[in-house]
């Protein structure tokens, strides 16, 4: 899959090693507003009147949106917050972000899908970030704008036979829901589980979900069923 390329053009290159390490730090840690002219021009005034600054050329707010906007371009699909990286229990290998694939949901029927690609990242005025997303076997037009708090995690894996004996009421899945056309996957909660002897075609228990976007509830077999990640 191939990420998408920065644009050719010249950056600003005179800026100091503490003003790089300034911008770096708001670019991973953002403390509320979005990235526009005001805030570019806040952080060039800042710049311009600190002592580091001193006998060196004045900064243009607009080569301070120029570092902002190719660092942005030039990141890698999977957007640097630690918002997107799962933590791991002490003694398990924490996996590169650029190595994880994620699922997003869409704001358009609450429902998950694979991520393709992320194209670029956001912050709003409430200091969140959003990724603009690209669906998996879904064209541009289908790319939507998506909370990474609440609606961006690692991918789901769907659940093994041997697996169903760890599976206990009140725990969180990912179903796919095969009565809408076409079939797509919803969040839902375990109500129950009727177990039963398993057979050479695998588990044979079924198991009440309920959904968590409309309550309602249904009877489904475990290879339907993903286990949801770590939030």
């Known amino acids: 899959m191939d990420r998408l390329r920065p644009r050719n053009r ?3 290159s005179g800026f100091t090693n503490a003003e790089i390490e300034k911008m770096e730090k708001l670019l991973r840690e953002p403390t509320g507003g979005s990235l526009g002219k005001e805030f570019y021009q806040k952080l060039a005034r800042s710049f311009n009147y600190s002592s580091g600054r001193a006998g060196k050329p004045i900064i243009k707010w607009t080569e301070i949106e120029s570092w902002f906007q190719t660092r942005l371009q030039d990141s890698p699909q999977v957007p640097s917050s630690e918002l997107m990286v799962p933590k791991c229990k002490e003694g398990e290998t924490m996996q590169h972000p650029s190595e994880l694939e994620f699922e997003a949901r869409s704001s358009k029927d609450g429902a998950w899908y694979d991520v393709e690609a992320f194209l670029a990242h956001r912050f709003l005025s409430t200091g969140e970030a959003e990724v603009h997303v690209r669906f998996v076997g879904f064209g541009a037009d289908e790319d939507e704008w998506i909370n990474i708090k609440t609606s ?3 991918r789901s ?3 093994e036979s041997t697996e169903c004996s760890n599976l206990k009421m009140g725990d969180p899945v990912l179903c796919f ?3 809408r056309d076409p079939a797509i996957y919803y969040d839902a909660h375990i109500v129950e589980i009727q177990r039963r002897m398993h057979d050479i075609r695998g588990c044979r228990c079924l198991i009440l979900i309920r959904y968590d976007h409309d309550n ?5 077999r475990l290879r339907r069923l993903c286990r949801r990640s770590r939030s």
Do not use: G, H, N, T
């Open 157 to 159: 894996i769907p659940l």
């Open 177 to 179: 829901q095969e009565r």
């Open 10 to 12: 010249a950056v600003f």
């Open 152 to 154: 961006v995690r690692q």
């Open 216 to 220: 309602s509830e249904e009877r489904v």
